[in-house]
């Protein structure tokens, strides 16, 4: 969805209407940091509520039970992995596959119609994989109950949990930061970063950017404890300050600092969680990693406002 928002809000603005060119930027008549905040939104209120409900909804049951929505299986995912020390791989490739196949894509006979007919099987995978756990997928067989763990959070009181809440939140503010940083670049800077004597259009720039930063964030997501949070403001800087006076030479140079953008950020997930699972109590991780990827997703959802804003800044008539 991310990967083909230029592409998705011209089709809600319909074909008749122009570009918004009464600036000098190609602007679209909505910014792409709507399409995220329709994107976050849901995972984020997945995961304000499943640190509420320990006992109806733990973090070992999220993951092996019921995948609810991307917000609940960041939250099972990442509480099941880090305990048994599950570091490599955290997350890798969900946002990969589908911006190569949006980046790949071509117009063909159907014009700028493709988007449409690319997304909408991709519509059916969540209920392929509902269907797939629950008809084809045998339960786990029950641990034995002398060795068996606890929950992450049984017996845990209030006070000691808001302590492990306290305990998370140097970790939660710079993850916030560098993912607030990182999607204002991807649906903000990038949207109207255009370069006009590039072969490819400005909607296929925007795409193949997006499988560029899913590659770097691929390749580094293994666990570095990296924040590097001020490195990702004067990258988002560095390519605000080529939109308002626009400095770099080619569409290359670009797609090389978003290369290096995701990078970057996915060494700074992997850090992230990691430190988290090393520093907080043992029956305090799950909710410990709640609270870190709660504080990632209201980092994207501030830079969808921040996209918007900025769309708005420079494209008014």
Not at 26 to 54: E, I, R, Y
Not at 222 to 227: D, E, I, R
Request: proline share 9%; hydrophobic share 50%; aromatic share 8%.
């Amino acid at each position: 969805m991310l990967s083909a928002a230029r592409d998705i809000v011209e089709l809600q603005q319909g074909a008749p209407v122009p570009h918004s060119n009464s600036s000098r930027y190609d602007c679209n008549q909505l910014s792409t940091g709507a399409v995220l905040l329709a994107d976050v939104l849901p995972s984020l209120l997945m995961k304000l509520l499943a640190p509420l409900a320990p006992h109806w909804l733990s973090y070992d049951r999220l993951i092996g039970q019921r995948r609810l929505g991307a917000g609940g299986g960041d939250a099972g995912d990442l509480g099941f992995r880090l305990p048994h020390g599950r570091s490599m791989g955290l997350g890798l490739g969900h946002g990969r596959r589908g911006a190569l196949g949006v980046a790949v894509g071509r117009g063909g006979a159907g014009g700028g119609a493709w988007p449409l007919r690319a997304l909408l099987p991709a519509a059916a995978l969540p209920m392929g994989t509902a269907l797939s756990f629950f008809f084809l997928l045998l339960p786990p067989p029950p641990p034995p109950r002398p060795t068996e763990p606890p929950p992450p959070t049984a017996g845990v009181t209030w006070g000691e949990r808001w302590g492990v809440v306290k305990g998370a939140l140097p970790d939660a503010f710079p993850l916030a930061v560098v993912y607030l940083a990182e999607y204002f670049i991807n649906q903000g800077v990038l949207d109207l970063l255009y370069f006009p004597t590039s072969s490819l259009t400005h909607n296929e720039q925007y795409r193949w950017a997006q499988l560029l930063y899913q590659v770097g964030v691929f390749a580094s997501r293994s666990g570095l404890p990296l924040y590097l949070g001020p490195l990702w403001v004067l990258n988002a800087a560095l390519l605000l300050a080529a939109v308002l006076a626009p400095f770099l030479p080619a569409v290359g140079v670009a797609f090389a600092l978003v290369l290096w953008e995701g990078l970057v950020g996915g060494a700074a997930y992997g850090g992230a969680f990691l430190l988290v699972g090393q520093r907080a109590p043992p029956r305090g991780r799950g909710l410990a990693v709640a609270v870190t990827s709660l504080g990632q997703s209201l980092g994207v959802a501030l830079a969808g406002v921040a996209a918007m804003g900025l769309h708005k800044g420079l494209c008014a008539p």
